[in-house]
């Protein structure tokens, strides 16, 4: 990968930047016609002695700033993680907060130079990875990497991350982004409700087609979709197919924005069999309206078999879903028995950004609460207080595993070596805005597979041959 290194911190580029990704809401034009101004790297006021037990050099007493996307995962296990760092450094003051508005809240804390020390840059409101990234405004976390373990001084940072994780965060040259959680995208259902009708998980999409027969039948919907925010979730399905059936140079293509990469065969015949399903009546009726959450709720009601979404599910719908209702997750099914990837095989991206502002008034002590996130404790508590997998090995060993979780590790042990993953949306934000508008329009059937691949390759072809447009491959 190579990527041309910001110039500096030109405070109304990043402005306007932010204004043209609609993340900056402003009464008028006056703000982004104020004076630029620019600075250099990280800030240094807060620096400690580097020694075997303070590798990273915190200043002991030097306070952190901790910001949390109050999201599926809420923010318990953050909690946790910061009384870990008060007991290591009880000289600091550490302040949380928690909230779903990333972008509104903290773009103008960029833009006036006094970022938080770690933010969870995430959720539907987040701050788009790229524009921070090709405006300098992130830390490099290279030294976090090559840090010894807060568990075992012989064994570096980088060594305890699962497969993915380095790679996902890393732009250019530079590991930017630490993506804490492993997630891993499915699609779920209620166990004993199958178990009850008698309905198997579809390894193929014929038999997929064939079971949403059987399910709309019986006066269920096949699927639930939340179409006012999260219609995108729905990509997992077609997308996921198309890359089980082709193999992985069929999202490598997509990443680097290669000329037909949308209309290979692959993607051509899943986003097709997608709009096959919309015709058929597949989706729950008013799953357009619905906020994710809202689709979700009815999802546990049984108003609907299946929902496409991320391992954070069965936290998010913690006191929604019924104490029984079993939640697991089954592979997305693959176009035929003739796919280059195993049925098993999943997509497993590592997310939930959490990042280090270069301007960052104690980028050490940002770097070190990292740090302690990925200890054996702290990946532990994290697994148990939201049902989920940390980015770190081990992470899940001995705890207490709630049905989802269990459903989720057993997927992870079937599927191996087997996973996949795509970079374009975190390479290239107006990706994420894209997909919302267009894959809503193929799921309320106002357009068609052609419609839809057509517009995505519309938009790669721009951005590749767009000469300011930062490029990255894998």
């Known amino acids: 990968m190579n990527r041309a290194r910001s110039a500096g911190l030109d405070r109304r580029k990043f402005l306007q930047r932010l204004a043209a ?47 949390i996307f109050n999201g599926g995962y809420g923010e318990e296990y953050a909690k946790f993680h910061q009384e870990l760092y008060k007991k290591r450094y009880p000289e600091a003051e550490v302040t949380h907060t928690a909230t779903t508005q990333i972008a ?83 699609i779920w259902y209620s166990e004993p409700l199958f178990e009850q009708r008698g309905w198997a998980v579809p390894t193929t999409w014929d038999e997929m087609m064939s079971l949403c027969e059987q399910i709309k039948a019986a006066g269920v919907a096949p699927f639930a979709y939340g179409g006012t925010n999260a219609a995108d979730y729905v990509l ?60 979700q709720t009815a999802w546990t009601e049984g108003q609907a078999a299946f929902y496409v979404s991320g391992s954070w599910l069965e ?19 693959t176009l035929d028995a003739g796919a280059a990837m195993p049925f098993t095989a999943l997509r497993t991206q590592p997310a939930e950004a959490f990042l280090v502002p270069a301007r960052a008034a104690n980028v050490n002590g940002g770097m070190e609460y990292l740090r302690l996130m990925l200890s054996k404790e702290g ?43 795509w970079q374009f949306r975190t390479w290239y934000s107006p990706y994420s805005q894209l997909l919302k508008t267009e894959l809503g329009n193929l799921l309320a059937g106002r357009s068609g597979a052609d419609a839809f691949l057509a517009a995505m390759q519309a938009e790669t072809d721009r951005l590749a041959a767009d000469a300011n447009v930062t490029k990255y491959s894998r």
């Not at 770690?118 to 090559?146: C, F, N, P, R």
């Not at 840090?147 to 965060?169: F, M, Y």
């Not at 104490?323 to 997750?329: I, S, V």
């Open 379 to 421: 990946a532990g508590r994290f697994a148990e207080l939201t049902a989920s997998v940390p980015g770190v090995r081990g992470a899940t060993d001995g705890i207490q595993k709630t049905p989802a979780l269990e459903s989720l590790s057993a997927g992870l042990d079937a599927a191996g070596d087997d996973v996949f993953n």
């Open 21 to 67: 990704a609609g993340l900056l809401a402003v009464p008028g034009a006056g703000v982004l016609s104020s004076c630029a101004t620019s600075g250099g790297g990280p800030s240094t006021a807060a620096q400690g002695d580097v020694s075997a037990e303070n590798p990273l050099g915190v200043a002991a007493d030097a306070a952190l700033d901790v910001v």
């Open 104 to 186: 509104q809240e903290m773009q103008p804390r960029f833009v006036a130079g006094n970022p938080p020390d770690v933010l969870d840059d995430s959720g539907a409101q987040k701050i788009e990875y790229a524009t921070l990234v090709s405006e300098g405004q992130l830390a490099d976390l290279g030294t976090l990497l090559d840090a010894p373990s807060w568990d075992d001084p012989n064994v570096k940072v980088r060594d305890t991350l699962l497969p993915g994780v380095i790679e996902q965060g890393t732009f250019g040259d530079q590991f930017l982004i630490l993506n804490y959680v492993y997630e891993t995208y499915a």
């Open 315 to 333: 936290n998010e719908m913690k006191g929604i879903a019924p104490p029984d209702f079993g939640m697991a997750m089954a592979p997305v099914p």
């Open 236 to 295: 997992d399905l077609n997308l996921g197919a198309a890359i089980k059936q082709g193999g992985i140079d069929v999202v490598r293509k997509i990443d680097n924005l290669e000329p037909g990469s949308w209309t290979q065969d692959t993607v051509l015949a899943a986003t097709q069999g997608l709009e096959e399903m919309v015709a058929k009546g597949y989706f729950m009726p008013g799953s357009e309206g619905l906020k994710h959450t809202e689709a």
